[in-house]
């Protein structure tokens, strides 16, 4: 994301774990791979602050309509970045195809408002006439272009560019030095360089940065060249193959200290894995950094390949509470890097993003979810891998926030930017990962997989863009099922069931019947269609059965071969939802078996927390034996009686009668006692 907008939140729940840690004395250094999840409070408590003093600064603009009329196919960027001055001066090549029947100008975004100046423009290596104003940089050209045909145009510029909305930025580290650092998210790259500034058009890039000698300057896909030059400076040349969009396009410059790693593939191919960190954290960055290998052959299990492996996975640190899945190489912020795997999940988070945002690009704002989303769920597929399915499901849980998401899952045009203002921002990033953790409940883990998988490597969206329909299409392609009803809850809809539920038994031949009513009480008029596992514990053990739940009141029925004692919807947490048992009245049951011979079990049912007596009388009405006198909580309870007094002596065969009494209220059942 970026710094007005993005990892913010995944800064924020980065500090929020580590609060907890020092709350609760366990921030220390890791000795393997840490189940990742923090309290939720600690999340959106400190996502709220800290999102209420930047993220409110984003203003997401509508692309301009010309701009449909021409596709980028390369940019090249060759500057000059000057430290001392905070400015920098070079040019920015474009190379475009028509789009349409006849092209005679084309509009690129340049933000007007910064101390930015535009030096000439050429089309083809000709002068050409040009506007500027309002963000647009509008070029004439000359001859125009009929459909499928090519031009190149340069932009010779300088000047200070714009910070107010982090875009380019010069800051200093600890020790004093310079760091220069860019974070484009969501369309801040005109705010440095010139560009058709939208996610849907994914270009190429070379990318060539001249600094002082002293400066290392990182950027996105392969190293190709380094050029040293008789003034003290140096020129760094970056290529970057795969299409690429204009806000992960990347600057990250200071005096780093670089070590790597090594990843291989399945099928044997190498890759680096490249670290730049100030040279007073190389030694935390060194302990922190230590399982990304590990992430990379994790998610390309998971997903498929790392989708960039003919270039490299990296991390450059700089001076920002957040992180930034640029292309390639995620900024991460110095203030992550403390030698004690804190933050492992956040490095996780900006990992899965090179399949999830930098391969797989959003097309619009408004499918920012398709981003953040499956980056929070990676998060949650990466704790399960490292801690088992009990992490996972905890994981899930910590990231429900307590009082519901707000709004719909698709951010609606008339207001994009709700994307990446509080609290919408929850809703993108935690209930995007709650729908994938729920359409996989609903596909099976089998189907989900595979169609991730297949989503990730097709060749409509892989290195492209995909939005939220064309996501819908691609699940029900490859899975072979409508599922318009789950997207028009989860994704278009808001709210979240709320089930309150009741059940009864009966015994009938062959068993017992188990009477089950699911009622939905949510507020809204809209009634959500999901299939619910339900638990039901008997006095044999544990059976379960799937109800698929689409009506505000409905009933289900089914056959047990035991007396059921409790049951329990979605134990595990596939759903998001609200649920509650309603309460039973006071309630109780005739012993299993009855008549008996060695034992019988009771079982009972307690309304309230409260004090409860259970005891077994003869036919006089004198005390034989007192089953229970003790505080219970409300719920389904089960006695054995083994037929034996208050002394520990065998009862007589003949009747007796059990009497519970909760507080005012009692019943009675009749027993039989065998020899």
């Known amino acids: 994301m970026n710094g007005t907008g993005k990892h913010t939140l995944h800064a924020i729940r980065g500090l929020a774990t580590l609060l907890a840690a020092l709350i609760l004395g366990t921030a220390a250094a890791a000795s393997g791979p840490p189940r990742a999840a923090g309290p939720a409070r600690y999340h959106h408590m400190l996502a709220e602050a800290k999102a209420r003093a930047f993220l409110g600064k984003t203003r997401i603009l509508e692309p301009k309509p010309t701009q449909e009329s021409f596709d980028v196919l390369h940019y090249g960027l060759d500057l000059s970045v000057d430290p001392a001055s905070e400015s920098l001066a070079g040019n920015v090549s474009i190379h475009l195809r028509s789009a349409t029947a006849s092209l005679d100008s084309v509009v690129l975004d340049l933000t007007s408002r910064s101390q930015m100046r535009v030096d000439s423009v050429h089309v083809d290596g000709v002068l050409a006439t040009y506007t500027w104003m309002d963000d647009a940089l509008g070029v004439a050209l000359a001859e125009g272009l ?8 340069r932009v010779w510029y300088g000047g200070e560019p714009e910070t107010g909305r982090e875009g380019f930025r010069f800051r200093e580290t600890p020790r004093g030095g310079p760091i220069i650092w860019t974070l484009s998210e969501p369309q801040m790259a005109r705010g ?29 896909g392969t190293l190709v060249d380094i050029i040293t030059h008789l003034d003290g400076t140096r020129t760094w040349v970056w290529q970057e193959l795969y299409p690429i969009a204009t806000y992960l396009v990347s600057l990250a410059i200071c005096e780093y200290e670089h070590f790597e790693d090594r990843y291989v593939s399945a099928s044997g191919d190498t890759m680096p894995v490249a670290f ?3 040279p007073e954290h190389l030694m935390r960055a060194q302990e922190d950094f230590e399982y990304t290998v590990d992430m990379i052959e994790f998610y390309a299990s998971v997903f498929g390949e790392y989708p960039f492996l003919d270039e490299k996975y990296g991390m450059a640190e700089v001076p920002w509470g957040g992180a930034m899945e640029h292309q390639t190489i995620t900024s991460y912020g110095d203030g992550l890097i403390t030698g004690t795997h804190t933050y492992d999940r956040i490095i996780a988070h900006e990992l899965a993003h090179q399949w999830w945002g930098d391969s797989v690009t959003l ?7 398709l981003n953040e989303g499956f980056a929070v769920y990676s998060e949650a597929l990466w704790a399960d891998h490292t801690g088992g399915e009990t992490a996972y499901f905890d994981y899930m849980r910590d990231i429900d926030l307590e009082n519901g998401f707000v709004g719909s899952l698709y951010a609606p045009s008339a207001d994009p930017d709700s994307a990446f203002q509080i609290p919408y921002v929850f809703t ?27 989503y990730g490597s097709s060749a409509s969206h892989a290195y492209k863009t995909a939005n939220t329909a064309q996501f819908q299409s691609f699940v029900e392609n490859e899975c072979g099922r409508d599922l318009t009803w789950f997207f028009d809850e989860w994704i278009y809809g808001s709210g979240r069931p709320e089930y309150d539920y009741v059940w009864e038994t009966s015994a009938v031949p062959g068993g017992h019947r188990l009477s089950l009513q699911i009622d939905q009480v949510q507020d809204a008029e809209s009634v959500f269609r999901m299939p619910l596992d339900i638990l039901v514990r008997t006095l044999s053990g544990e059976t379960s059965f799937v109800a698929v739940d689409s009506l505000r009141c409905q009933e289900f029925s089914f056959m047990l071969d035991d007396y059921p004692l409790d049951v329990v919807l979605d134990e595990d947490g596939w759903v998001l939802k609200r649920v509650q048992e309603r309460r039973r009245p006071v309630a ?4 299993f078996p009855n008549p008996f011979g060695n034992q019988t079990s009771v079982v009972f049912d307690v309304p309230q927390d409260g004090h409860v007596d259970l005891s077994v009388y003869d036919v006089t009405g004198r005390l034989v034996k007192r089953l229970v006198d003790i505080w219970m909580p409300a719920t389904r309870h089960s006695v054995v009686w083994s037929g034996v007094n208050d002394q520990g002596n065998r009862v007589a065969p003949g009747v007796y009668f059990c009497r519970l009494k909760v507080g005012t209220r009692s019943e009675v059942v009749r027993l039989v006692a065998l020899r």
């Open 146 to 153: 009929s459909e499928g045909e090519e031009v190149y145009i």
């Open 276 to 278: 730049y960190v100030y």
């Open 363 to 369: 097309e619009t704002w408004d499918d920012i979810w």
């Open 588 to 591: 109780l049951h005739r012993g």
């Open 428 to 454: 993108v990033y935690d209930k995007g990962a709650w729908v994938l953790h729920m359409l996989r409940h609903v596909l099976g883990d089998s189907t989900f997989f595979d169609m991730l998988r297949a």
């Open 192 to 220: 440095w360089w010139p560009c058709k500034d939208v996610p849907a058009d994914k270009a190429t890039a070379d990318i060539s940065v001249r600094v002082p000698e002293s400066l290392t300057a990182v950027s996105n």
